[in-house]
C-alpha cells in the first residue's frame, strides 16, 4: 500500500497567527494564501505488515524526535480513521529549505496526508483533505486545494479548513523567493504563536482582519496589483510586528533581509510595481506582475543575492506514481 505525493508550500497573503485551541489548532482568525509551484514536497508512504514500526526520513536524513512524533502523530490520527494499525515507512523530499520561514511544514503535512489517506484507500473530499492536515499543521490545510485560498478558522474542527477562491490560472503572478540564507529557525512557528495574546496590538490586528481580506479578495478578482501588493506588505510588516512585540519577543528578521525589503521599497519608489512579503522567517518573497520579472530578477542579482527560486500560483497537493523508494 504504497502512494507518493506532491504538495506546494503557500505564501500567507493575510496572515495566520495565533491559535484559540492549541490541540486541533484552530486559528484566531481567517487567512488567505497562493501556493507557489516551484517550492514542493515530495512524500512516499508505505504501510505494510513487514514494518515493526514506523520510520521516517525527510531530505535523505532518518528523522527522530520532535520531527518524528509529529509525523507518528498525524499517522495514527489517519490510521484512526481508515481502522488500520499497520506501520509505515515514509520518506519525504523537498527542493527547498525547511524551517526558514517559507512553510516546508505546509506542503510536508499536505503531502503527508494526501499520500497516507491514498495509501489506505480512505474516501475523504478535498474538505475533508483540508481538515484533517490541519489538525497537522495550521497552514497545511491551504496547501490541499488549488490556487488562491481562503481558510475559513471555523467554530470547531469540522468546520476550519481551506477552500479554493481562485485557481492558478486566474492571476499569473510572480513571487520571487530570495533566499538570504539556509539557517533553521532559532524557534518553531508554533512555539511562538504561544504568546500571541502577549503582544498590545494583536487585539486590535484582529477587529480589522476581516475588512482586510474582503479587500485583498477583491483585489485578486478585479487583478489589481497595486492593492494587491500594498495590503500583503502591510500583512507581512504586521506580523513581524506583533511577533516582535510580544512576550518573549521574536526577531526572525537578518540584517540582509531589511536590506532587500529597504530596497524593494527603494524600487517602487523609482516607479516599479514591486512589493515584499514574509512569512514567519528570514527569507524573503518579492512579489511582481510577469511582465516586471525579468528587470526584478536584474535587479535582485545586481544586490548580489545569489539563490533565487521563481515561483507563479500553484497547485493543489497531488498523487504521483514517481515513487521515492
Known sequence: MKKTAVACSNLALIKYWGKVDFEKRLPTNDSLSVNLDNLTT????????????????????????????RVRQHLDRIRSLAGRQLSARVVSRNNF???????????????LTKAA????????????????????????????????????KGRDSQSSYAESIFPIFHWQLTDLVVIISHQTKSVPTNIAQQSAFTSPFFRERL?????????LKKAIRDKDFMSFGQISESEALELHAIMMTSEPSQIYLFPGTLKLMNLVKQWRKEGLPVFFSLNTGHNLHVLCQNKDRGKILALLKKAGTKNIIINGPGPGTRLTDKHLF
Request: net charge positive; with cysteine; proline share 3%.
Open 42 to 69: 515530495t512524500t512516499t508512504v508505505d504501510f505494510s505488515a513487514s514494518y515493526k514500526k514506523d520510520l521516517l526520513e525527510i531530505d535523505g536524513i532518518r528523522a527522530a524526535g520532535r520531527k518524528f512524533d
Open 97 to 111: 529549505p525547511s524551517a526558514t520561514g517559507l512553510s516546508s511544514s505546509a506542503s510536508g503535512f499536505a503531502a
Open 207 to 215: 477587529k480589522h482582519l476581516p475588512g482586510k481580506i474582503n479587500k
Open 117 to 152: 489517506v491514498a495509501a489506505l484507500e480512505l474516501k475523504l473530499t478535498e474538505k475533508e483533505m483540508s481538515i484533517v492536515a490541519r489538525q497537522a499543521s495550521g497552514s497545511a490545510c491551504r496547501s490541499i486545494p488549488t490556487g488562491f485560498s481562503h481558510w475559513h
